[in-house]
């Protein structure tokens, strides 16, 4: 057998394609800022937690030997994640749906007061981009996963006849809320920092008309001087602490891995109890019963998710980050290398109706990216054009 047609070349070629996209996103992402890298490094974590806890707590599926394991878990699956959770994201961004960030910052008064303000103003505005990045991500997820096992990636517990094409319903419940809970803490980790720096800026303003109304005094009276010295140090002193609090306000992120995922397991295990009752730890398995009509919880959830998102798609929109082309072709591409293997395998001769939805979310996909993936093209095409002529000219 050559080895261009062993599963190790392709396995490594996978994985090796995953590692350098992963690599040149977090360099992106580092030009970008620090703390859209340390985002995206803390998606990787997430990535590797949530697959690791739900291979421990439900081990309803399982990886072959073939992928780079860290502990039961692919390394190339938590990039992965994390380069599907960035790319969702980023398109939420870019289309301007709701944010907590946009929401104009006002003095609330003392510090205790201001945190309690912050929660309850910014809750209900919070949670409609997390469930916009949800959906986005699942466009991904609902018809991969079933190719995917059908490769022989990974195994799920069920057979192939139940669930949605041999995978369980849980699974894609389990997108919509991996996508919601880390975009949900991380976004309210941006918009804390947010409301910190306007708050520093307008103080930062304060200060410098009290300075110029102190410069004027001292010009009065000369024994002013002191007390102003004084003064100035406090300032300092206050500009260091605002600058220690904001670090701290960043340095949350490090802890949203966590956060999202209890906020995962919590949601999951009422889903999964109705699914699967011996997928849960602390029930017998011979009481494993899958209940394949808990597609009916997903679907409403799924309606929720999407009617939340095409409401915000009625709204006032106003972009907050331009489209980042380099992550919608890694998902055009992610669509686009499955898509290929049900049509290169010619497993779709037997399950027709599953070319059907993945044709139709890959043209969903491009319907959603069409005006950035053009003025990507024409960008593109004028640089091409222009070191072409550069060239010649030499």
């Given at each position: ?11 490594a ?8 996209t ?23 974590l ?7 806890g ?6 309803t ?5 073939n ?21 969702a ?20 008064g003392?510090r ?8 309850i ?10 469930m ?15 190719i995917?096992i059908?490769?022989?990636l990974?195994t799920w ?26 975009s949900?803490f991380?976004?309210?980790?941006r ?16 200060d410098g ?8 005094e001292?010009?009065r009276?000369?024994?002013?001087r002191?007390?102003?010295g004084?003064?100035r140090?406090?300032?300092g ?16 992120q ?8 209890l906020?995962l397991?919590a ?6 109890a ?14 494993s ?8 919880v997903?679907?409403l959830t799924?309606?929720l ?6 409401w915000?798609f ?14 919608l ?8 290398l ?8 010619g497993?779709?001769w037997?399950l ?8 139709a ?12 993936l ?15 002529a ?5």
């Amino acid at each position: 057998m050559e080895i261009g047609t062993t599963p190790d070349f392709w396995y490594a070629f996978l994985q090796l394609g995953v590692m350098i996209t992963f690599v040149v996103t977090a360099l992106r992402a580092w030009k970008h800022s620090r703390a859209r890298f340390v985002e995206l490094i803390t998606a990787f974590l997430f990535g590797l937690l949530l697959e690791q806890g739900d291979i421990f707590l439900f081990g309803t599926y399982r990886y072959n030997e073939n992928w780079i394991l860290l502990g039961d878990v692919p390394i190339a699956i938590a990039l992965t994640w994390a380069l599907i959770i960035a790319g969702a994201m980023n398109i939420t961004d870019a289309l301007g749906v709701s944010d907590a960030s946009i929401n104009p910052t006002k003095d609330e008064g003392p510090r205790t007061n201001r945190n309690v303000a912050f929660v309850i103003r910014h809750s209900s505005f919070v949670v409609v981009a997390p469930m916009a990045d949800a959906v986005w991500a699942i466009l991904l997820d609902l018809a991969i996963d079933a190719i995917a096992i059908r490769l022989g990636l990974w195994t799920w517990t069920i057979r192939a006849d139940q669930g949605w094409f041999g995978v369980p319903w849980g699974n894609f419940f389990a997108w919509l809320f991996v996508a919601f809970w880390f975009s949900f803490f991380t976004r309210w980790v941006r918009a804390r920092h947010e409301t910190e720096r306007k708050r520093d800026g307008t103080e930062r303003k304060r200060d410098g008309t009290e300075r110029k109304r102190d410069g004027t005094e001292r010009k009065r009276d000369g024994t002013e001087r002191k007390r102003d010295g004084t003064e100035r140090k406090r300032d300092g002193t206050e500009r260091k602490r605002d600058g220690t609090e904001r670090n701290g306000v960043r340095s949350l992120q490090w802890v949203v891995p966590i956060l999202a995922f209890l906020a995962l397991i919590a949601t999951l295990v009422p889903f999964v109890a109705l699914e699967n009752t011996a997928a849960l730890p602390f029930v017998p398995d011979d009481a494993s019963v899958y209940r394949n009509e808990v597609w009916v919880v997903f679907v409403l959830t799924l309606a929720l998710f999407v009617g939340v998102t095409w409401w915000a798609f009625a709204q006032a929109r106003v972009p907050r980050e331009p489209a980042d082309h380099w992550l919608l072709l890694i998902r055009l591409v992610i669509h686009g290398l499955f898509l290929g293997a049900l049509l290169a395998t010619g497993m779709f001769w037997n399950l027709p109706l599953l070319l059907v939805v993945a044709v139709a979310l890959f043209i969903v996909e491009l319907r959603l990216t069409r005006v950035w993936l053009w003025e990507w093209s024409r960008s593109a095409r004028r640089c091409v054009q222009q070191n072409f002529a550069g060239a010649r000219l030499k």
